[in-house]
């Protein structure tokens, strides 16, 4: 009987530590700053009273006409139309041109009569500056790869075996 020896052989494998996993991670947004014209009124138009003007004058006018009157004179009067005598009195009369008396008035005139016009307002606008969102918070999933661990390992090759061999007999 022979006793055969056990072989080994020496091999590495590969073990699965972990499996193959997935992450979900949050991407926060982003922004950016924006710079644009924003109408704060629009065009209108407005009515608008304009009030009366007035403007003063001054103008002379008659305040008596020119006329002839009889007055007192001592004889012969070179600006005298006419001379007579009073026969009650015995007064000289003599009948003289008076001019005309003028005197000066102010007064207030209207010059423009109350109106309403129109006015054009253009529309108004304001630059602003503003934060806005250039991309919207997202989420995004993650590949955790499986993790896998080298160890070395002995594989048996031939098991122990025992071989017998028949003797031949001595008889």
Not at 25 to 42: D, G, H, S
Not at 87 to 100: D, K, Q, W, Y
Request: proline share 5%; with cysteine.
């Amino acid at each position: 009987m022979k006793l055969l020896q056990t072989t080994y052989k020496d091999e590495t494998e590969r073990l699965l530590v972990k499996e193959e996993s997935t992450k979900i991670i949050a991407v926060p947004a982003t922004y950016k700053t924006v710079t644009e014209q924003v109408m704060v009124r629009p065009a209108h138009v407005h009515l608008k009273t304009m009030p009366a003007e007035y403007e003063t004058i001054t103008e002379q006018v008659i305040d008596k006409p020119a006329h002839t009157a009889w007055k007192r004179g001592a004889g012969f009067q070179s600006s005298a139309l006419e001379t007579r005598i009073d026969n009650g009195t015995g007064e000289i009369m003599c009948l003289v041109e008076v001019p005309a008396t003028y005197k000066t008035i102010t007064k207030t005139v209207l010059k423009t009569p109350e109106r309403t016009v129109e006015e054009q307002h253009e529309a108004e606008y304001e630059t602003v500056t503003k934060r806005v969102i250039d991309t919207a918070t997202t989420t995004k999933t993650v590949v955790i790869p499986a993790e896998y661990k080298t160890v070395s390992v002995q594989r048996l090759v031939t098991p122990e075996q025992v071989k017998r061999t028949p003797i031949a007999s001595c008889l």
